[in-house]
């Protein structure tokens, strides 16, 4: 009992890192899914990566507003889905800067998020730089388990799982 009432008051938050690829699609259903079946909720990182025009202050400023509009478009669109799979609205986090750093700085900022969710490409060219980093060479700053979910997984089977 008195670990369902810990759960309600401080639910699991399942961290997934937003991006275009497939991987990350299946890494979100995969994080709603287990959120909705442990009384959970799902978090979202965006995170804009620095323009190549930094030296032309005026198009870097375009490029960088440009780049949070869409952030925020792809995270609205991922966020009803989340919503639809899990049953909440999720935590929705945009940060500019480099991925894995930012990445980093969230998790030692936010002692809320329990789970990191990856998404891992299983074809030749491998999981991933982020998933690469996070269950290698930044393993030890992590604070939290990592679940890899790989995208070779189709949504019946992340289904069966959660």
């Known amino acids: 009992m008195a670990e369902a009432q810990e759960t309600a008051s401080n639910p699991r938050v399942f961290l997934v890192v937003v991006d275009e690829t497939e991987e990350m699609r299946v890494a979100l259903r995969f994080a709603a899914l287990r959120a909705r079946s442990t009384g959970g909720k ?3 990182l965006y995170v ?6 930094q030296h032309w202050m005026s198009v870097g400023d375009i490029m960088r507003e440009e780049a949070r509009t ?4 792809v995270l609205q669109r991922l966020a009803a889905e989340a919503s639809d799979l899990c049953g909440s609205l999720p935590i929705l986090y945009v940060r500019e800067g480099d991925r894995r750093d930012q990445l980093l700085a969230l998790l030692d900022e936010e002692p ?6 990856l998404g891992a490409a299983t074809n030749k060219r491998g999981p991933g730089p982020l998933v690469s980093a ?6 030890g700053r992590l604070h939290i388990p990592v679940t ?9 089977e992340i289904d069966a799982v959660t």
């Open 70 to 73: 869409e952030a925020e478009q």
């Open 48 to 53: 804009v990566e620095p323009s190549e025009f």
């Open 134 to 139: 996070m269950t290698g060479k930044f393993l």
């Open 112 to 117: 809320n998020i329990s789970i990191l969710v």
């Open 42 to 44: 799902v978090a979202m």
């Open 148 to 156: 890899v979910v790989p995208d070779s997984m189709t949504f019946e």
